[in-house]
């Protein structure tokens, strides 16, 4: 069974501090990893997919990190505005059916 | 990127009442739509897969009577909570994807059964 765990489960911040968010993963065979971020009481926002180990992908103050083990969320200076729900989830290369297993999310708080 | 509405934002409604969300994707066609619960704090749970034309596939532990979902276009999926109960109460998303690409979610659907 896929599993997906996120650290730490809450995160605060205070502006222009930079740090890491953690998306652990065992799946056999990865086809795709997602990121997303949601505010309080609204649908998830696609940030980014990563599909293979090295690769990287940037968004203004965010970047997206990928190994065969793990992922990270890299926020630099981060800002107020910055502050959501931020959730990863895979798609393993085994599924015909297209799900997405979740991790539970990373709270990040960003104090001005 | 993919833009997915729902409708109503949200609903109230009484013990014993049926309730229909709709999920539409606007500016693509997704012949397979997704449908999740989300408690408050807790990450999403997919409850089924919606496959246009055909019937969902829904997840273990999910009453499919209870839960009713219709695909009958490549735009337009509804999930329709029968007989809803104040446990039913939850926050509903549904999502459309681009099969092995990233899905696409809506603004959600706050149910309150009273």
């Known amino acids: 069974e896929d599993q997906v765990t996120q650290s730490p489960e809450a995160l605060r911040l205070q502006e222009g501090e930079s740090s890491s968010l953690n998306c652990s993963y065992t799946?056999?065979?990865?086809?795709?990893l997602f990121w997303y971020r949601q505010d309080p009481g609204k649908g998830p926002e696609f940030l980014f997919t990563?599909?293979?180990a090295g690769e990287e992908k940037e968004k203004e103050r965010l970047k997206a990190t990928l190994t065969k083990k793990e992922s990270f969320l890299h926020i630099t200076a981060p800002k107020p505005e910055d502050s959501a729900t931020y959730l990863c989830a895979v798609l393993a290369t085994r599924s015909n059916d297209y799900k997405l297993s979740f991790g539970a999310g990373t709270t990040v708080t960003v104090r001005a | 990127g993919a833009v997915v509405s729902q409708h109503p934002s949200r609903v109230i409604c009484k013990s014993g009442t049926s309730v229909k969300i709709e999920c539409r994707s606007l500016?693509?066609?997704?012949?397979?739509m997704f449908w999740y619960r989300q408690f408050p704090k807790q990450s999403l749970m997919l409850m089924a897969t919606?496959?246009?034309?055909?019937?969902?596939?829904?997840e273990q532990g999910v009453e499919k009577d209870k839960f009713l979902i219709n695909h009958a276009s490549l735009t337009l999926s509804t999930l329709t909570v029968t007989s809803a109960h104040p446990e039913d109460s939850s926050f509903y998303i549904c999502?459309?994807?681009?099969?092995?690409?990233?899905?696409?979610f809506g603004p959600g659907t706050r149910l309150t059964v009273l």
């Open positions: 799946v056999s065979g990865l086809r795709g």
């Open positions: 990563l599909y293979s």
């Open positions: 919606s496959n246009e034309g055909s019937k969902a596939t829904y």
């Open positions: 500016d693509f066609q997704a012949t397979t």
């Open positions: 999502s459309a994807g681009g099969g092995y690409n990233e899905q696409f």
